[in-house]
């Protein structure tokens, strides 16, 4: 059982919990990190295949060739827009890849746990989904420490198998950059750029079936 302090916690670990860009180069005590891995670690998976790996990146060299590819893929998608809205697009997100003190590489390999993982011979990216679990399990640590996190997936998975030298059958799911801040937003910063809005709730739940209220 929870106590109502403990699930107050809880509660304000998923509320609070940003997606950060920006970080300030005090460094993270080895434990604390650590933690966060562990608490990735964590989580449920299908079939209990336990399909993450986590690389934790710290040397400036490699981050700036990460933030190299990042930046690459966000200019090449900004020809999805037009005008004004290129320019928002642009000049949204300034990645937090060699600023943050460590950037994390989770990784999702399809391989481990041999051909029959139980309930992934259905949905085959149940994979994926679980590592998203592992990478949620490590943003609301993170954000329970104080710390900040930001995603970025904003680039070819080629490019970052070849910066960080991961075999080919593994996919390079997110690049969690991770690290203290002073600019903590208490909206999503794509809510506040006026980008998109949270959507109401009474919009998304049926009742029995799809659509009915
Ligand atoms: C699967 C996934 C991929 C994401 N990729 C990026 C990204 O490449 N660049 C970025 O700036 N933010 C990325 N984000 C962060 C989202 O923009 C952010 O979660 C969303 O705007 C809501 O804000 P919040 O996390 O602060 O609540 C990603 C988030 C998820 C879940």
Redesign the pocket.
């Given at each position: 059982m929870f106590t109502n302090e403990e699930q107050a916690g809880v509660y304000k670990a998923i509320f609070n919990?940003?997606?950060i860009?920006s970080f300030l180069p005090d460094p993270i005590s080895k434990d604390t990190l650590y933690k966060i891995l562990e608490a990735g670690h964590h989580a449920p998976s299908v079939g209990f295949m336990q399909p993450w790996s986590f690389i934790v990146v710290s040397n400036p060299d490699i981050k700036e060739r990460l933030a190299w590819a990042a930046d690459k893929e966000r200019r090449a998608l900004a020809v999805h827009y037009e005008g004004e809205k290129e320019n928002k697009f642009l000049s949204l997100?300034v990645e937090g890849l060699k600023e943050a003190p460590y950037t994390i590489c989770v990784t999702c390999d399809p391989t481990r746990g041999g051909s029959h993982v139980l309930g992934r011979n259905s949905i085959p990216e149940t994979d994926i989904l679980s590592t998203?679990c592992a990478i949620q399990n490590m943003w609301l640590a993170a954000c329970a420490e104080g710390l900040a996190m930001?995603?970025?997936?904003?680039y070819k998975k080629n490019d970052i198998r070849d910066i960080l030298e991961i075999p080919p059958h593994v996919e390079p799911v997110?690049l969690m950059s991770i690290g203290y801040t002073d600019q903590y937003p208490d909206k999503?910063?794509?809510e506040t750029a006026k980008w998109e809005k949270r959507r109401s709730m009474d919009d998304l739940i049926f009742l029995d079936k799809w659509g009915e209220k």
């Open positions: 919990r940003r997606d860009r997100k998203a930001g995603w970025v997936s904003f997110a999503p910063i794509l």
